[in-house]
Structures are given as structure tokens and as C-alpha cells.
């Protein structure tokens, strides 16, 4: 007769235990409740198969198990014994009387969410008390959390550790499947489980615990139901429905921790259990019952080839007032972290494509792109860029397939107000991001003319590989470094050479060429005149091209003095996208060279409007306001600049002159040092080093600067205007226009700050006249 497993258990077990009845199978194990005689307490045995250990390492499944069983917490359910006899592998822990999870939820369906917060809390508390001691459950399930009165405790602590640890040697020789060899439950498995990573951590029990969260407040798991290969594409791909979706009364604050710890990333969701708890302890509960929710329904669609995707319509959407927007950066969750671009990419094509609607205002680029990387909720983001909603989402690229899911988010109370999945063929790129533009702005703005919303040129771009190196051109180009500027430019080449019709490549090409002469990377003969050219280009493809608008009037401002022609430039830009920072800060700046003082100050400050965090549109606001001649603001916001960003130069650059116009001296020249201090390669901070000290008369000093700045100009390095300006600050008024004719001949950008305080002292002169003249800055 062949014994069966309750009898070889009680056989190993003993007279010291005696079995009264099996509760079932838990996952793998086998499970019964028996009695210790000695002590008269009721235990339970959970029995392991047999298979799963052949060919493992017992050793190491003892020592993992050891350091489970010294966890002593009032929310763990401790381990008594672990033993290996007669070929059978069990481990024994108290009898918990009450009901398990899931037992509860068979029972009663969803929980209020009193109830639910109580059971986290609890959870959260033994996850904290266990991590801090070295131990990852990697099984948390409501299977696994025991409800005992008010209290809930977790069971099976560093068991399926153990398991993974011991198995790992043995698996390629047993029968164990390596998706068994993955010790968790499908269900409930976080991706970093699914996708085998040996580093996976703690974080991977928080995102179980936001499943079971989901579960208990919604009464279903957000991927039940689901065949293995598509649950694992869930947890690997698909972002569950937010719970304001199912439960619309659900306090924010609890939807937001719950979905963040439902993240793909591990670096995005809550770094530790203590993190989820500190977040609880400040959660308010409304106090109401919530009733079992229908389970919802999501459109969807599958057909060969066709697209596929999830879509959570949108909930209140008609009742927001909001018209302003900020897209934070995507989150690249693919595995190859060079796919960085990509999701940067998407991001700035919705940005501008949201931007070309009149009645919605975009934060820019730069300050959407400062949260990069951080954890601040979009109630914070959202009132530090002052906007009444926040886009975020994420990118998983796999082989030519793309995944990409976005939420709309209400700044007020943290609601969803929109998401959506999209799961489709990697040349499907423009289609998603313009239905994601659309869908925005309808949601926003139900009145929202259709045609809005219309994808840029670069949509229509058939060669994908030409449109990824344009990305990732943008990507190096937005690093503004005279290294990352010339990558850049290659990449916008090379977009071009597949893609001759690729007219936002070309805008590219005039952008790289502008800035690189613009910051002295080339002289302007090289750079400039390229610039123009590769913006004409892009017009000439694509007359609606905002950027290749404002890199076009940038040359006719800077470099050919047309500026007439440069203010219909910037208009236009603005008319195809009224959000366009760099047109904005530009224009600021050709109004205040013509004279028109308050229009100047307006444009500028429209720019801070849009990149409130952005350093460059503060201290281009500080040049405006410095050559209109508003010195005591330009001190202002020059504080205001180095507050937001300490180590930003130029904020020092244009400080210390408007110092020395009110008389203060001493602060002038620790500005200026500082200027020089945190940028001592740049002309301009030599500029503004030398300048301060001729109008301090520490001549000695600024004499060595004229020198340094000349010298790096003959090796074709630096700005011969801004000698000739040190010159003229020094009363060397034959040497100021001798280095000002140089300029001439180079056609320097810079000369059109000939209106500006700091060549006051060439005024009166006729030669000073005489370069107004070339210049076309005579009045």
C-alpha cells in the first residue's frame, strides 16, 4: 500500500505533532493544521513538493529560511520550524484564527476603503519591519495576509526566497520548468519577477502590495482573468485602469500611492514600505462605505495587425476648467536604456503638437523636463509649472513593437482625468502621439475644433529610421554643450541623407548652426549663413514649421540686422505655435534692441510664463529688462534666477553690471567673480569679469582679461565686440572701435547690443554713429 502524504508527514513529523485536517493547497505547497502537544497550540504545516527541490541547494534553503524565522513583528506570521525529513521539505508557523484575504474578499466582495487602508497599513508595517532586516517576501497575495480581529498579519516571510535561492542551481536539472523557477504567483508578480532579473529587491513586494490594494478597493486584480502569456504582457506592459476609473469618490491621495506602486519601473514607485507609510499616516479617510463596484468594461480591439489597445474613457473631463498643461517626460521602461531618446522624443512631439492650440497653455520643454527622474506628485509638479493638469506616461520598445500608455491628471485633487494604452507596430509612432495630442485637448477643451490638433511635418516621414536619428538629434541638441550641439547636427545629417524631404531635420540643422554660433563653438561666417540656409530648407518643405520660423529670424536678428523681416519671422513662428519658448525669448530680445521697451518686457516674461523653471528664460528676461534699462527689476529676477538654478552664470553675468548702476560696486565684482568662477572658459564671463573691473578701476585686472579675451580671439576663440566694450569701460575709446570694426568684419551677433547701458560710453562719438548705421540700429 502506498502511503499518502498526510501519512509520511505525520510519519516525519512525529508523536510531537499530530495532523487533524488539510486546509488545502496555498500555490505550490500543501497545507495542514495539526497539534504541538507539548505547548497544546494549534500549527499549521505547509508541506513543499518534492519536485521543485530535486536537484536544489537544501543548504541554502535552510540559511534563507533561518533569517526569515528571526523576524519577530506583531503584523508577521512567524516560522516555527523548517526541516527536511524523509524526503519531504516543510516548514511549520502558528494557527492564525480568522480568515485569510482572500477568503474575505470571496466573502464580502471589494472593501471599504477604511478597511483597505487598515489592511496596508498593517501590511506596509511588516514589509518595512522585514526589508530594513534583509528579507523580500516576493509572494505577498491575499492568500498569503491572515485576518485576525482588526489586525492583518503576513504569512510565508522569506519563503519563497528561499525557494528561488535553492532552486536556482537545480533547476536545469530537474523536471521544473524555468517559469516555475520563478517562485511568485503570476498574478501578482512584479515585471522585474516576470522578466527573471537576479537583482530584483523590495520593491518588487511594494508592487504586489498595490495589486492587492487594487484588489481589495476595486474587487477584482487589474490583470484577472487573463491567459499566462497575457498576464505576463500585462505586468510587463499594460498599466491598470486608475481606480478613480472604478471608483470615482476614492481619495486621491490613496489612488496616487496605490498607482505608483503599481509602476513597470522600479526606480518609479515608492522607494521603500516606510516611504508607503509615511504617505498613509497622512491619509484622511473619508470615512465612507464603498459599495462593490460593477466590474467596468474597456474597449478593445484586436484584428491581425490592426492596433491594439486599452482605453479608460474620461471621467469628469467636462467638468474641468483647466487650460493649461505641462507633459513631464516619458518614462523609457525599455530594457536597453539607449532607447532614452525615443521616449524623450514622444515627449516633445506631444508638447508641440498641444502647443499649436491657441486657447491651451503648454509649459515648455525645459521645465516639464527639470522633474525628469524625480518622485514629486503631479499636485506639486503642477503648481510649481502652474498648470491645472498633468500628462505623464511611459515607453517600453520591444524589437519593432511599442508600448506606450498616458494619464491625464487633474493638478486639484490628483484625479484621473484620462488613459489610455497603446500597443502597436513601431511605425504607428506618429499616429499614437497625434491620438494622444487629440484626445488631450478634447478632454480639456470639448469645444476643441478638430483640426487643432494636427501632426507636425515630421509625421509624415515614412522612413522610421531617419525619424529616430532626428530624435535623437533633438535629444543631444537640447543638451545645449558645444560637444552634444555638433552630435546633434550629425544626427539631423544623417536624418536628411535618408529623408531629403524631412523638413523638421533640416529646422534641426539651422537650430544646431545658430546655437553653435551663437555660443562661440564657430565663428559667425561659419555658422550663421548655414543656419539660414538649412531653416529655408525646412520652409520651403514645410511653411508651417514653427521652429524653422524662429531659427530663420534668429540669423535675420542676429546676423543679417534685418529685423523687420525678423519680426515677421518670430510672428510666424508664434502664429503656428503660440507656446514656442525660443521664439518668444528671442523676439523679447529684438524688441528691446528696437527700442519698444514694454513690449520687450512682455514677450520675455510670456517665455517665464511658459518654462517658469526653465534658467535660460529667467535670464533672458534679465537681459531684456537690463537693455530697456530696468535696473532694479533685472536685479530681481537675476536673484530670482540664481535661486531657482545657484550655479547658472549668466544670471551673474547680467547682475553684476546692473550692480555697478546702482552704485554697488563691492557686490558687483563679487557677481562678476562668481560669473567667472562658474564658467571660466566662457567669453561672456571673461566679458563680464574685465567689464566690472574697468568700471571699478582695477585696470591691472582688466587689462589681463582684454589680453586673455584677445588672445583666444586670434586663435579663432571669443568676441571681438566684447573687448572693444571692456575698452571703452577703460576710456580707451580708439581701441573700443578698433576691436568693434573687428566685429563688423566678422558680422558678430553681438553687435546688436549696441543699444545697450554697456556701450554708453562710445555714444557721441561719430564712429559710434557710424556703426549704428551698418548695424541698421540708426534711428
Not at 478597493?217 to 504582457?233: C, I, K, T, Y
Not at 471608483?247 to 506602486?261: A, E, F, K, N
Request: net charge neutral; charged share 20%; glycine share 6%.
Amino acid at each position: 500500500m502506498i502511503a499518502t502524504l498526510r501519512d509520511r508527514l505525520q510519519a516525519a513529523l512525529g508523536a510531537e505533532v499530530g495532523l487533524e485536517r488539510e486546509l488545502g493547497g496555498a500555490g505550490m505547497s500543501r497545507v495542514f493544521v495539526g497539534i504541538e502537544h507539548a505547548l497544546g497550540r494549534r500549527i499549521v504545516v505547509k508541506v513543499l513538493p518534492a519536485e521543485l527541490m530535486a536537484g536544489g541547494n537544501i543548504e541554502r534553503f535552510r540559511r534563507e529560511i533561518l533569517l526569515a524565522a528571526n523576524l519577530q513583528h506583531p503584523h508577521i506570521v512567524p516560522l516555527l520550524t523548517a526541516a527536511e525529513r524523509d524526503g519531504l521539505l516543510f516548514f511549520t508557523m502558528p494557527f492564525v484564527q480568522g480568515e485569510s484575504l482572500r477568503a474575505r474578499l470571496k466573502r464580502t466582495g471589494a472593501l471599504s476603503e477604511n478597511a483597505a487602508v487598515r489592511i496596508i497599513r498593517d501590511v506596509a508595517e511588516a514589509m518595512a519591519y522585514a526589508h530594513a532586516h534583509g528579507v523580500i517576501h516576493r509572494d505577498i497575495k491575499p492568500e498569503n495576509i491572515l485576518l485576525a480581529g482588526d489586525s492583518a498579519l503576513i504569512a510565508d516571510f522569506g519563503v519563497a526566497k528561499a525557494l528561488s535561492a535553492a532552486t536556482r542551481a537545480g533547476v536545469s536539472r530537474t523536471s521544473v520548468t524555468a517559469t516555475n523557477a520563478m517562485v511568485g504567483t503570476p498574478l501578482y508578480m512584479a515585471p522585474e519577477q516576470w522578466a527573471g532579473d537576479p537583482s530584483i529587491d523590495h520593491r518588487a513586494d511594494i508592487y504586489a502590495l498595490g495589486l492587492v490594494a487594487y484588489e481589495m478597493l476595486v474587487g477584482r486584480s487589474p490583470f484577472a482573468d487573463r491567459a499566462p502569456h497575457q498576464m505576463l504582457a500585462s505586468h510587463l506592459m499594460e498599466a491598470p485602469a486608475p481606480l478613480s476609473y472604478h471608483l470615482p469618490d476614492l481619495s486621491p491621495v490613496l489612488q496616487s500611492l496605490i498607482m505608483r506602486c503599481l509602476e513597470k519601473n522600479a526606480s518609479a514607485r515608492p522607494d521603500t514600505a516606510e516611504v508607503v507609510l509615511n504617505e498613509l499616516e497622512g491619509f484622511v479617510s473619508s470615512g465612507s462605505n464603498v459599495a462593490t463596484p460593477t466590474p467596468a468594461t474597456h474597449p478593445s480591439h484586436s484584428a491581425g495587425t490592426g492596433p491594439a489597445y486599452h482605453s479608460t474613457p474620461v471621467s469628469g473631463a467636462g467638468q474641468t476648467t483647466g487650460n493649461s498643461i505641462a507633459v513631464l517626460p516619458f518614462v523609457n521602461l525599455s530594457a536597453d536604456p539607449e532607447n532614452e531618446y525615443f521616449s524623450d522624443g514622444m515627449t516633445e512631439e506631444i508638447i508641440n503638437a498641444l502647443a499649436k492650440v491657441n486657447t491651451l497653455r503648454v509649459a515648455a520643454r525645459t521645465s516639464s523636463f527639470a522633474f525628469k527622474g524625480t518622485k514629486q506628485d503631479a499636485r506639486t509638479i503642477g503648481n510649481r509649472l502652474n498648470v491645472n493638469t498633468i500628462l505623464e506616461g511611459s515607453v517600453r520598445r520591444i524589437g519593432q513593437r511599442i508600448r506606450v500608455t498616458a494619464q491625464l491628471i487633474n493638478v486639484a485633487d490628483g484625479y484621473y482625468l484620462w488613459s489610455e494604452s497603446f500597443a502597436r507596430e513601431i511605425q504607428d509612432v506618429f499616429a499614437i502621439e497625434e491620438e494622444i495630442a487629440r484626445s488631450i485637448a478634447s478632454a480639456l477643451i470639448p469645444k476643441l475644433i478638430s483640426d487643432s490638433i494636427s501632426g507636425p511635418s515630421v509625421r509624415r516621414v515614412e522612413n522610421l529610421q531617419a525619424y529616430e536619428l532626428y530624435l535623437k538629434g533633438r535629444y543631444h541638441w537640447n543638451q545645449r554643450s558645444g560637444d552634444r550641439l555638433k552630435t546633434g547636427l550629425t544626427f539631423f545629417q544623417q536624418a536628411i541623407a535618408l529623408e531629403p524631404s524631412f523638413a523638421q531635420a533640416y529646422a534641426g540643422v539651422g537650430d544646431s548652426y545658430a546655437m553653435l554660433g551663437q555660443y562661440g563653438f564657430l565663428q559667425p561666417m561659419q555658422a550663421f549663413p548655414k543656419a539660414k540656409a538649412a531653416a529655408l530648407q525646412a520652409l520651403s518643405l514645410d511653411d508651417r514649421l514653427a521652429e524653422a520660423h524662429a531659427s530663420l529670424g534668429f540669423v535675420l536678428f542676429f546676423h543679417d540686422w534685418d529685423y523687420a523681416a525678423a519680426e515677421r519671422e518670430f510672428k510666424r513662428a508664434l502664429e503656428f505655435n503660440p507656446s514656442y519658448v525660443a521664439a518668444y525669448q528671442w523676439y523679447g530680445q529684438l524688441l528691446a534692441v528696437l527700442g519698444r521697451a514694454d513690449q520687450a518686457v512682455a514677450a520675455s516674461g510670456r517665455a517665464v510664463k511658459l518654462d517658469p523653471l526653465s534658467p535660460v528664460a529667467h535670464t533672458n528676461l534679465a537681459n531684456t529688462l537690463y537693455s530697456t534699462r530696468r535696473f532694479d527689476e533685472t536685479v530681481v529676477q537675476c536673484e530670482k534666477t540664481i535661486e531657482l538654478e545657484p550655479r547658472f552664470f549668466l544670471a551673474y553675468f547680467f547682475l553684476a553690471p546692473c550692480l555697478i548702476q546702482q552704485g554697488r560696486m563691492l557686490e558687483a565684482e563679487q557677481a562678476a567673480r562668481r560669473c567667472a568662477e562658474l564658467a571660466p572658459e566662457s567669453p561672456l564671463a571673461l566679458f563680464a569679469l574685465g567689464y566690472v573691473c574697468a568700471r571699478a578701476g582695477l585696470r591691472a585686472e582688466a587689462q589681463r582679461t582684454m589680453d586673455d579675451l584677445a588672445d583666444r580671439w586670434k586663435r579663432g576663440v571669443g568676441e571681438a565686440f566684447f573687448i572693444g566694450l571692456i575698452a571703452a569701460a577703460m576710456g580707451e575709446l580708439d581701441s573700443a572701435f578698433e576691436w568693434s570694426e573687428r566685429a563688423v568684419a566678422q558680422r558678430s551677433d553681438k553687435l546688436v547690443y549696441l543699444t545697450a547701458p554697456a556701450a554708453d560710453p562710445m555714444r557721441g562719438d561719430p564712429r559710434f554713429e557710424s556703426l549704428l548705421k551698418r548695424t541698421n540700429l540708426a534711428t
